[in-house]
């Protein structure tokens, strides 16, 4: 079993930055998670904000609106998956959590079964 906690979070002007970490405590080789931040808005359903996949293959992918403005990477030595996030909108105001699962990821929430309780990103206009 995989336990996940994200830091990082806070306020941020619009076109500021911030950058989440996912720290990940675990027995079996973490390299073998695929790994995702999603993010979830007051009143909105939780969506994917990117994915990177496991085993080294470190391929990525992201949702339409990151628009090239965020990174997720990995380092598996350290256990931790990182989002960089650039231009921050007011529209990216969100509790953002980091998501586990063993094998292949996906884009929807169902498609990872380990979760994190999140972090606060709250971007002002």
């Known amino acids: 079993q995989i336990q996940l906690v994200e830091s990082g979070g806070g306020l941020v002007q619009t076109g500021g930055s911030l950058r989440l970490s996912c720290a990940a405590s675990v027995r079996i080789t973490f390299s073998g998670y695929d790994m995702g931040w999603f993010r979830q808005a007051p009143g909105r359903e939780r969506e994917f904000v990117a994915r990177?996949?496991?085993?080294?293959?470190?391929?990525?992918s992201y949702a339409d609106f990151v628009e090239g403005r965020f990174t997720i990477s990995r380092d598996d030595a350290k256990k931790t998956v990182y989002l960089q996030m650039n231009g921050l909108k007011p529209e990216d105001t969100a509790v953002y959590y980091c998501?586990?699962?063993w094998g292949p990821g996906g884009a929807t929430p169902s498609d990872f079964r380990s979760w994190g309780r999140g972090t606060q990103v709250t971007v002002s206009s």
């Open positions: 998501a586990a699962n």
């Open positions: 990177i996949t496991g085993w080294s293959s470190d391929m990525t």
